[in-house]
């Protein structure tokens, strides 16, 4: 066994299998995922070629350069990620430590931006329900395309909030060293859930912020 | 260990509330399944029970039209979401695997304690629902309808049904890493049991399709809670759109019910005609097959709604090759038969039931899937009959044939084969007098889902009233017999049924790790007629 036995649950043979099985399992976990997020992206493109033109004018009133600043700190996240990662990989404890922390911070930063952004829709009446208010002749399609908004980005919020509970309690298990060249695992999959996350907003930003914009 | 001690195995490894609820042992989980499920099957009967009183007359005097409508979706939810879907691989899927494939456990063993955990929240959720007024939209949970109309309790419905579904999906993902990373040394995937190859294919259906049926259910629920409007035709949203999203998981659901199923038949029925099973090969791939063109059917439930004449046409085509995976199987079946030496315990017995009720229910399904003749007979009994053939004639009897077959294993202890074989004739006898005549009813135009029909169905109606009492006992009796086993049943050797398989090569019970080494593996599945030293 190259890793010391504490760390191989009785199932695993050695540590390289149960390695292969807990990266599988995850990888498995983002498919699930991708099929869960992609009801919804089923949704909005049927909506979106059924409704282009009001889609695109409700897409007006959410602020692109809110929401580019915002796509920038999360894919700064995943490059602490990955250096977390590194770090693991080659047992440098300070190393994990401080990517992971960098990792939860912009993670929360883009959290932040967007209780903002949600806050704001609620004083612009843009929460779909009984008291939306939308001027023109496309309100209805524009609450479907609120409704999808909301829908996706507090589907994708939840998964940054989950994400930041994971990176918080790996955090604390690198403080307590219980990572090193030989088992770090946990750090690797998590950062593969973190990058995830950060894919599904590299489309959900285009899909629902830029496209047909004037 | 002395000699005349008992040995310790995974049942009396430790005692006491706590090491069951907190245990990790796949074998444990599994019958915390058995437990759980079983209730919830006691409770859909009920339903059932009640549904088939009501139909005894043509007059709705037994309940109102409200609460029919109650009854029949309760029946539906609880049937389909808590029994079947869970049913193989959550009880035998869980005890077998690890087993089949010489593992000491599932690749992650703390998650399938959650999984049962979460199965066991949705169900409270689901109970809750009702006990406090039941929901009345049917487990179709069409909108907007749901969405909208209905006053019962839809929204505590779809969070047990929601939370149910993730429960599911880690059983799968659990399978799926077990499947790939845990086999013993030898054991190649041509040479794995095809029971290990049935659940393959219900795993990549769990882990694909539930997690679209989870998001699906949210958007109802959160349409209905905080009044947005994804599927709100009011706003220009798509109720069809619910409709596609709900049976792309739905139909799917069906090959989650019914291969599992099929994985137990095909070891019963080679363990039985004492021979291998005809073409191995063709029986595992049919089952990915099965599950790779279940996703590519799911229109066929929507050829009465709005939907393109062309999408109808592609649809219709595909759900007949669903024909050719399934003849696969009961042809290689028929054929494994064929001059073996046939002998008929209770398992076999079920399984044969299957083999004949699965071909009724898979043909009549080809009678839905034309498009012209659909029309005639969408949302008619025909359709009732149909699905019960498959999910009840099918899924059902395989699951009790899993249960006769592996109750020496899970309990050590083996039960009255006479009464086990009296129970598999009057579920046989029961089932087709209840729901063949339903066939005869569809046809002539009785639709699903009232409480009253016109006086001349009467005659059907009560036969399947009759049928289904028959079925109930049939039922109730294993529930009895097997009870008592656990007392009062003579002890199981490791391989009562002479059978071949690594799960049969441990005692009855198994220790909690299973193998006191891990097998090498040298042959191929289904030896077939066993050498006697391989008897244990």
């Known amino acids: ?214 | 260990m002395e000699a005349n001690e008992t040995p310790t195995h995974y049942l009396n490894a430790d005692y006491g509330l706590k090491s069951w609820l907190l245990t990790r042992d796949h074998k444990r989980i599994a019958i915390l399944y058995l437990i759980s499920i079983t209730l919830m099957f006691l409770l859909g009967s009920f339903f059932a029970v009640l549904i088939r009183l009501e139909l005894l007359t043509p007059q709705g005097d037994l309940v109102q039209a409200d609460t029919y409508n109650k009854l029949f979706t309760m029946h539906g939810i609880v049937m389909i979401f808590f029994f079947l879907v869970p049913s193989i691989p959550a009880v035998f899927g869980n005890f077998l695997l690890p087993l089949m494939i010489g593992a000491r456990d599932l690749a992650f063993p703390r998650l399938n304690l959650l999984s049962w955990y979460v199965y066991v929240v949705g169900a409270a959720f689901t109970l809750w629902a009702v006990l406090t007024g039941g929901v009345d939209t049917g487990w179709t949970f069409y909108t907007p309808y749901s969405t909208t109309a209905s006053h019962t309790k839809v929204l505590t419905t779809a969070i047990g049904i929601f939370i149910t579904g993730f429960s599911s999906i880690l059983t799968g993902l659990n399978f799926i890493v077990t499947i790939h990373k845990m086999r013993a040394p030898g054991l190649t995937w041509f040479r794995l049991p095809l029971f290990v190859w049935a659940h393959y294919a219900t795993s990549l259906i769990m882990i694909l399709g539930t997690p679209v049926i989870a998001i699906t259910i949210f958007l109802v629920g959160i349409e209905r809670a905080f009044q947005l409007g994804i599927f709100d035709p009011a706003l220009g949203g798509d109720p069809i759109l619910f409709q596609h999203l709900f049976w792309f998981y739905s139909h799917p659901a069906v090959y989650i019910m019914i291969l599992p199923s099929m994985g137990v038949v095909s070891e019963v029925i080679t363990c039985f005609s004492r021979k291998r099973i005809f073409g191995y090969e063709f029986v595992a791939i049919s089952s990915l097959a099965i599950a790779l063109f279940g996703f590519l059917v799911w229109g066929h439930h929507m050829f009465t709604s709005t939907q393109s004449v062309y999408a109808a046409l592609i649809f219709s085509i595909l759900s007949f090759a669903v024909a050719i995976p399934s003849a696969v199987k009961v042809f290689n079946w028929t054929a494994t038969l064929y001059r073996g030496s046939i002998s008929f315990e209770a398992p076999m017995l079920f399984a044969l039931g299957f083999i004949g009720l699965f071909t009724i229910g898979g043909l009549t399904g080809l009678f839905l899937a034309a498009l012209g003749l659909d029309v005639h007979v969408h949302d008619t009994y025909f359709v009732v009959a149909h699905f019960h053939y498959i999910m009840v004639g099918g899924a059902l009897m395989g699951y009790l044939g899993a249960v006769h077959f592996w109750w020496p294993k899970m309990t050590g202890r083996m039960y009255s084969e006479w009464a086990a074989r009296v129970s598999a004739v009057l579920v046989f006898v029961g089932f087709n007098l209840t729901f063949f005549p339903q066939f005869v009813l569809g046809y002539l135009g009785m639709p699903r889902r009232y409480h009253a029909y016109p006086d001349e169905f009467q005659v059907l109606n009560v036969m399947s009233t009759t049928g289904a009492s028959i079925l109930g006992i049939g039922y109730l009796v294993p529930l009895c017999y097997l009870t008592w086993s656990l007392w009062r049943g003579a002890a199981a050797t490791a391989n009562p049924w002479r059978a071949a398989g690594l799960e049969w090569q441990v005692p009855s019970p198994p220790p909690t790790e299973n193998f006191e080494q891990t097998p090498i593996v040298t042959e191929e599945a289904y030896t077939y007629p066993l050498k006697e030293a391989e008897v244990v």
């Open chain 1, 1 to 214: 066994m190259s890793s010391s036995p504490t760390n191989v649950a009785h199932q695993f043979d050695d540590a390289v299998q149960q390695r292969a099985a807990s990266t599988l399992g995850m990888w498995v976990f983002l498919v699930t995922e991708m099929m869960m997020f992609g009801g919804l992206f089923a949704a909005y493109v049927l909506y979106r070629s059924m409704y282009a033109e009001g889609f695109a004018e409700a897409s007006n009133h959410l602020d692109a350069m809110v929401g580019a600043m915002n796509t920038l700190v999360l894919l700064g996240s995943s490059l602490t990620m990955a250096l977390a990662v590194r770090s693991a990989q080659l047992g440098a404890r300070a190393g994990t430590v401080a990517g992971l922390l960098a990792t939860i911070v912009l993670g929360c930063v883009f959290l932040g931006v967007k209780a903002y952004e949600y806050g704001h829709k609620f004083e612009e009446h843009l929460v779909p329900g009984p008291f939306f208010i939308f001027a023109g002749s496309q309100a209805k399609p524009a609450e479907l395309f609120f409704s999808l908004y909301f829908a996706m980005t507090g589907l994708h919020a939840l998964h940054m909030v989950i994400g930041v509970a994971v990176l918080g309690t790996l955090t604390w298990m690198a403080a307590r060293n219980r990572f090193s060249a030989d088992y770090h695992t946990p750090v690797e999959i998590g950062g593969l859930y973190w990058h995830f996350v950060d894919i599904v907003w590299i489309y959900l930003f285009p899909l629902l912020y830029l496209l047909g914009r004037h």
